[in-house]
Antibody
Framework: QVQLVQSGAEVKKPGASVKISCKTS????????LHWVRQVPGQGLEWMGK????????TFAQSFQGRVFMTWDTSTRTVNMELDNLRSDDTAVYYC????????????WGQGSLVTVSP | DIQMTQSPSTLSAFVGDRVTITCRAS??????LAWYQKKTGKAPKLLIY???NLESGVPSRFSGSGSGTEFTLTISSLQTDDFATYYC????????FGQGTKLEIK
């Protein structure tokens, strides 16, 4: 059974960076893409990007280009997402989620991590 | 980028009603479309993938149809548990979500 367990809530100041981790288990490591999606309070779901299973290729939504980074730590089966130069409108719940292949949408989700950006 | 537009933004209905939500893509996405259910404080739940395939464990009252640029999610007989916000998502390009449809109890 696939499990995605995310790191806890964070409070950051504007201009800072945040790194959220997503520890994965319960599946074959070779063919699952890991995505990140966020939801700003009162708004809809927003896709941020995805990383391939080997960690050598990532695709990001244009609105996050240059500000978001994703890495796999294969030794711990953990994906990390870093968002730089935080603004108050980055306050959101961030989800990691996993798709069975590049041809499928994510069907397993982490519990979400609240990031609050406040002076 | 592909833009996804859902309608309506809000839908009020009674338990037992049949409801349909529409999702339009700004360009053809073939059948690379998913539908999710989102409840407050919970992660999204995949309902439909490839436009019309029911995810395992999802009740059969949910169904999806469409291809190209127009898609629909239908709930055949609303249950109390179905009142939530629904999102379409394309996964041909950048996995863009629609803006959501909030389904409320009338």
């Amino acid at each position: 059974q696939v499990q995605l367990v995310q790191s806890g809530a964070e409070v950051k100041k504007p201009g800072a960076s945040v790194k959220i981790s997503c520890k994965t288990s319960g599946y074959s490591f070779t063919d699952h893409y890991l995505h990140w999606v966020r939801q700003v309070p009162g708004q809809g779901l927003e896709w941020m990007g995805k990383i391939n299973p080997s960690g050598d290729s990532a695709t990001f939504a244009q609105s996050f280009q240059g500000r978001v980074f994703m890495t796999w730590d294969t030794s711990t089966r953990t994906v990390n997402m870093e968002l730089d130069n935080l603004r108050s409108d980055d306050t959101a719940v961030y989800y990691c989620c996993m798709a069975g292949s590049v041809y499928l949408p994510p069907d397993n989700w982490g519990q979400g991590s609240l990031v609050t950006v406040s002076p | 980028d592909i833009q996804m537009t859902q309608s309506p933004s809000t839908l009020s209905a009674f338990v037992g009603d049949r409801v349909t939500i529409t999702c339009r893509a700004s360009q053809s996405i073939d059948t690379w479309l998913a539908w999710y259910q989102k409840k407050t404080g919970k992660a999204p739940k995949l309902l439909i993938y490839d436009a019309s395939n029911l995810e395992s464990g999802v009740p059969s009252r949910f169904s999806g149809s469409g291809s190209g640029t127009e898609f629909t999610l239908t709930i055949s007989s609303l249950q109390t548990d179905d009142f939530a916000t629904y999102y379409c998502q394309e996964y041909k390009n950048y996995h863009t979500f629609g803006q959501g449809t909030k389904l409320e109890i009338k």
